[in-house]
């Protein structure tokens, strides 16, 4: 099992931009695929970026494409989240996720290690 650390949320107006850090401890973190994840008030956790092993391949929801930018740095066991140009939508908890695997997936069931939580609010 691999632990994770969320970081980097907080308060940011319209337009603004973020980097969230998901710092893990454990196992080799470079055999782990990553994704992120989100989940607002009265709403279902959605499915916002995964990044594989290498870094080989990115996946992003379509939401965020454009804006969002997920990377890792296997020597530092950590994986970004860049966030820019911030709306009032993203507004959320946002997880880390991961799975011990050279693929990856925007399925939240199919990852098996989570993070806490940190919490990004957007201000109109």
């Known amino acids: 099992q691999v632990q994770l650390v969320e970081s980097g949320g907080g308060l940011v107006p319209a337009g603004g931009s973020l980097r969230l850090s998901c710092a893990a401890s454990g196992l080799p973190f470079s055999r782990y695929a990553v994704g992120w994840f989100r989940q607002a008030p009265g709403n279902e956790r959605e499915f916002v970026a995964a990044i594989t092993t290498s870094s080989s391949n990115t996946q992003y929801a379509e939401s965020v494409k454009g804006r969002f930018t997920i990377s890792r740095d296997n020597a530092k066991n950590t994986v970004y989240l860049q966030m820019n140009s911030l709306k009032p939508e993203d507004t959320a908890v946002y997880y880390c996720?991961?799975?011990?695997?050279?693929?990856?997936?925007?399925?939240?069931?199919?990852?098996?290690?989570w993070g806490q939580g940190t919490r990004v609010t957007v201000s109109s």
């Open positions: 996720a991961a799975r011990a695997s050279y693929l990856y997936s925007a399925l939240a069931n199919w990852y098996n290690n």
